[in-house]
């Protein structure tokens, strides 16, 4: 992030917004058309439920190969007749370079899933960080050296050739030529079910490159993919809804509806402060932060870049309702919603920008969220939610966004509703709540003092009693001194009084956490529990811990849990099981790791019905954010920490086989298990990977 933040601040003050603009525009035209012949097919690869051949890996590149040198020549093709339109003008011989490399930034996807299903995550974070100093250390001194825009090219085809070569070389893969229909045929209807939403996204900023460079010039362009740029970097709970978001979902939707909408109000609440708190303190210095960082040239994108946070916040309910819909599976939803989007925004851009200039592609921005409605309609069937809760975070934090429009001391003016609205009582409360949340998060422990409550963590396999402070009253807040322990990265601060270990953990009505609330059993707090945790799988938390400061989540977390079980994707586990490492190395709980194997007694496959009844079990048998994943057809891995006071290894081994035994019976498919388990304790030298693959090959052994 920081080799990123610096080369982008350099490159910017260099190059200046002329020069941005023509290659932010040549790049827009360049990502739709990476999108079009990638046809998503590096996650077609990673989540195949089958591990690829050599041979499956090589009909991938050659798909790609095919299609990206098909999409390169159209798209030279079409620049000869349609150049002299295109504009902003002097963007005409980037674009036709950048289009040479379209195959150089697409035929890295079968390397990268390689590696990824190998859990090779130590080398995909060195092509992520290498790429990133490749790139600007190719394009920051040709930047400085006056090269303009084409500095930006320079450094783009370093950055993809670096992660060509490097994929191919860290995934021990050398590709060659193959094909069949029957793989082509899949290949495509799997791209183009998963990239229309991604297809119609890319579009959208085809249309305000030329929409904006033809009234506006490259200069305008500039400014408005810079102000972008910079709302995307302060909208970094975004990333954080999606990679927790689609996996509490689908636990938290076996409760029953009622539950799911209210943990989703929780949660779309905690996101929305989460999204706005950072726009609101940033617009509060944007004013004379922005000049003498970026130079003065980018002065005329503050109000650009005002409206753009106002149009980021305000997608929260859209992101929230798209992550919901992406985690059951609803994809055609979020497609329709995109292209109605793509629609909105074209249309409205074509009739603003030659009336308001630049500041119309913002509008138009704004009312393409019109296409919330979409997906409004097609979550209510889901779960309908209510959205009265969000008007006083709007309230409070919308106008210190406004503040870069007027000069200090003026500004602190926007102020003024904050103050006002902490006159009435519930306003306190709501502050109170998550001014709570955010202490417990970064405490990471309970209160030694307070008095025992009847609350119980159903830590795997065995109840552990922790302190609350009975006085808060309400679930949310008592979930706070919990969730601490559920993420299990610290002892908890109180001995914990004595309890036999039991055999059948209290669970909740769905079966999909590990608290049992005394008097209630209910989770309708799923948010707040989750938030206080330092990686719990929530919708609130990824907001709230970003608000907190305490990221370090993984990019993984983007993946949706698998369509059949709804068990985490394995680059979930992965990421996961990394911190449930770290926490055996700092408090000497150990980590297990362990993987089951089902074959139906029949000689068939195992059903869907049987593989979702196994890892619904699972899933119930484990804290709340221990992760379960379907590594194969009928393999799933599990990772959890062995509590003080909890069964050992060989206890948790026998339970869970007996309960995934029961739930194939109970599905009626009784199944044959080959069942295997690593641990990890302070003292082991072991990387996670290094863990799985000695779970793995126990398990092959038997």
């Given at each position: 992030?920081?080799?990123r933040?610096?080369?982008?601040?350099?490159t910017m003050?260099?190059?200046?917004?002329?020069?941005?603009?023509?290659?932010s525009?040549?790049?827009?035209?360049?990502?739709?058309?990476?999108?079009?012949?990638?046809?998503?097919l590096?996650?077609?690869l990673?989540r195949?439920?089958?591990?690829?051949?050599?041979r499956?890996?090589?009909?991938?590149?050659?798909?790609l190969l095919?299609a990206?040198v098909?999409v390169?020549?159209?798209?030279?093709a079409?620049?000869i007749?349609?150049?002299?339109?295109?504009?902003?003008?002097g963007?005409?011989l980037p674009l036709?370079v950048?289009?040479?490399l379209?195959?150089i930034?697409?035929?890295?996807a079968?390397?990268?899933?390689?590696?990824?299903?190998q859990?090779g995550?130590?080398r995909?974070?060195?092509?992520?960080?290498?790429?990133d100093?490749?790139?600007?250390a190719?394009?920051v001194p040709?930047?400085?050296?006056?090269?303009?825009?084409?500095s930006?090219v320079?450094?783009?085809?370093?950055?993809?050739?670096?992660l060509?070569?490097?994929?191919?070389?860290?995934a021990g893969?050398?590709?060659?030529l193959?094909?069949s229909w029957?793989?082509?045929?899949?290949?495509v209807g799997?791209?183009?079910?998963?990239?229309?939403?991604?297809?119609a996204?890319?579009?959208?900023?085809v249309?305000?490159?030329?929409?904006v460079?033809?009234?506006?010039?490259?200069?305008?362009?500039?400014y408005?993919?810079?102000?972008?740029?910079?709302a995307?970097?302060l909208n970094?709970?975004?990333?954080?809804?999606?990679?927790?978001?689609?996996?509490?979902?689908s636990?938290?939707?076996?409760?029953?509806?009622?539950?799911?909408?209210?943990?989703?109000?929780?949660g779309?609440f905690?996101?929305?402060i989460?999204?706005?708190?950072?726009?609101a303190?940033?617009?509060?210095v944007?004013?004379?932060?922005?000049p003498?960082?970026f130079?003065?040239?980018?002065?005329?994108?503050l109000?650009?870049?005002?409206?753009?946070?106002?149009?980021?916040?305000?997608?929260?309910?859209?992101l929230?309702?798209?992550?919901?819909?992406?985690?059951?599976g609803?994809?055609?939803?979020?497609?329709r919603a995109?292209?109605?989007?793509?629609?909105?925004?074209s249309?409205a851009?074509?009739?603003?920008v030659?009336?308001?200039?630049?500041?119309?592609?913002?509008?138009a921005?704004?009312?393409?969220?019109?296409?919330?409605?979409v997906t409004?309609?097609a979550t209510?069937?889901?779960?309908?939610?209510?959205y009265r809760?969000?008007?006083?975070?709007?309230a409070?934090?919308?106008?210190?966004?406004?503040a870069p429009?007027?000069s200090?001391?003026?500004?602190l003016l926007t102020?003024v509703?904050?103050?006002v609205?902490?006159?009435?009582p519930?306003?306190?409360?709501e502050?109170r709540?998550v001014?709570?949340?955010?202490?417990?998060?970064?405490?990471?422990?309970t209160?030694?003092?307070?008095p025992?409550?009847?609350?119980?963590?159903?830590?795997?396999l065995g109840?552990?009693?922790?302190?609350?402070?009975?006085?808060w009253g309400?679930?949310?807040e008592?979930?706070?001194?919990?969730?601490?322990?559920?993420?299990?990265?610290?002892v908890?601060a109180?001995p914990?009084?004595?309890a036999?270990?039991?055999?059948a953990?209290?669970?909740l009505?769905g079966?999909?956490?590990g608290?049992?609330?005394?008097g209630?059993g209910?989770l309708?707090?799923?948010?707040?529990?989750s938030?206080?945790?330092?990686?719990?799988m929530?919708?609130?938390g990824?907001?709230a811990m970003?608000l907190?400061g305490?990221?370090?989540?993984d990019?993984?977390w983007?993946?949706?849990?698998?369509?059949?079980?709804?068990?985490?994707?394995?680059e979930?586990?992965?990421?996961r099981a990394?911190r449930?490492?770290?926490?055996?190395r700092?408090?000497?709980?150990?980590?297990?790791?362990?993987?089951?194997?089902?074959?139906?007694?029949?000689g068939g496959?195992?059903?869907?019905?049987t593989?979702?009844?196994?890892?619904d079990?699972?899933?119930?048998?484990?804290?709340?954010d221990?992760p379960?994943?379907?590594?194969?057809?009928?393999?799933?891995?599990?990772?959890?920490?062995?509590?003080p006071g909890g069964a050992?290894?060989?206890?948790?081994?026998?339970?869970?086989?007996?309960s995934?035994?029961?739930?194939?019976?109970?599905?009626?498919?009784p199944?044959?298990?080959?069942?295997s388990?690593?641990v990890?304790t302070?003292?082991s030298a072991?990387?996670?990977?290094?863990?799985?693959?000695?779970?793995?090959?126990?398990?092959?052994?038997?």
């Open positions: 992030m920081l080799v933040l610096g080369g982008t601040v350099v003050r260099a190059i200046g917004p002329a020069n941005y603009g023509i290659f525009a040549a790049a827009a035209f360049i990502l739709f058309a990476s999108t079009l012949a990638q046809m998503g590096e996650v077609f990673i195949k439920p089958e591990a690829p051949t050599r499956d890996y090589d009909e991938a590149f050659t798909f095919l990206s098909v390169s020549v159209v798209g030279l079409l620049t007749p349609l150049g002299g339109l295109l504009r902003p003008r963007m005409l036709r950048l289009l040479l379209v195959p930034n697409v035929l890295w079968p390397a990268q899933a390689c590696i990824e299903r859990f995550y130590r995909m974070g060195i092509l992520e960080l290498g790429g100093a490749v790139l600007y190719t394009a040709l930047a400085i050296g006056g090269l303009g825009s084409w930006l320079a450094g783009y085809f370093a950055w993809q050739t670096w060509l070569i490097g994929s191919y070389a860290f893969l050398r590709p060659h193959a094909w029957s793989g082509a045929r899949e290949m799997h791209g183009f079910t998963y990239s229309l939403s991604t297809w996204t890319s579009a959208g900023n249309v305000v490159a030329v929409v460079g033809t009234f506006a010039g490259p200069v305008g362009v500039g408005v993919n810079f102000s972008i740029r910079l995307g970097m970094f709970t975004r990333r954080g809804v999606f990679r927790v978001g689609m996996v509490a979902v636990r938290a939707r076996n409760g029953g509806l009622a539950r799911l909408a209210r943990a989703l109000e929780e779309m905690l996101v929305m989460a999204a706005a708190a950072p726009f303190a940033f617009g509060l944007a004013r004379g932060l922005i003498p960082v130079g003065s040239s980018w002065d005329p994108a109000h650009l870049y005002v409206a753009f946070s106002i149009v980021s916040v305000l997608g929260v309910v859209n929230v309702q798209c992550t919901v819909l992406f985690a059951v609803k994809n055609m939803s979020v497609a995109s292209l109605w989007q793509f629609a909105i925004l249309v851009a074509v009739a603003l030659p009336v308001a200039g630049i500041l119309g592609i913002a509008i921005s704004g009312l393409s969220l019109a296409s919330t409605v409004h309609r209510a069937r889901i779960a309908p939610m209510r809760r969000l008007l006083l975070p709007l409070v934090l919308v106008p210190p966004m406004l429009l007027v200090f001391p003026r500004s102020l509703p904050a103050v609205a902490l006159a009435f519930a306003t306190r409360r502050l709540f001014v709570g949340l955010l202490r417990t998060t970064l405490r990471g422990h209160d030694a003092t307070a025992v409550a009847a609350i119980a963590l159903a830590a795997p109840p552990v009693a922790v302190d609350a402070d009975a006085a309400s679930e949310a008592m979930a706070m001194a919990l969730a601490p322990t559920l993420a299990a990265p610290a908890p109180a914990a009084p004595a036999p270990p039991s055999l953990p209290p669970t009505g079966g999909d956490a608290l049992l609330f005394a209630t209910d309708g707090s799923l948010g707040a529990m938030l206080a945790g330092a990686g719990a929530s919708l609130a990824a907001g970003s907190a305490a990221g370090g989540m990019d993984y983007l993946l949706p849990p698998d369509a059949v079980t709804g068990a985490a994707s394995m979930v586990l992965m990421a990394g449930l490492l770290g926490g055996a700092r408090t000497g709980w150990p980590l297990m790791l362990a993987a089951v194997e089902l074959t139906a007694t029949s496959s195992v059903s869907e019905a593989l979702r009844a196994v890892a079990t699972l899933r119930a048998d484990l804290r709340f221990d379960v994943a379907r590594a194969a057809p009928a393999t799933f891995v599990l990772a959890t920490a062995l509590v050992d290894a060989e206890e948790v081994a026998a339970h869970l086989s007996a995934v035994a029961a739930a194939a019976a109970t599905a009626g498919e199944a044959r298990m080959r069942w388990s690593v990890a302070a003292t072991e990387e996670v990977d290094d863990l799985l693959r000695r779970v793995v090959e126990q398990l092959h052994a038997r």
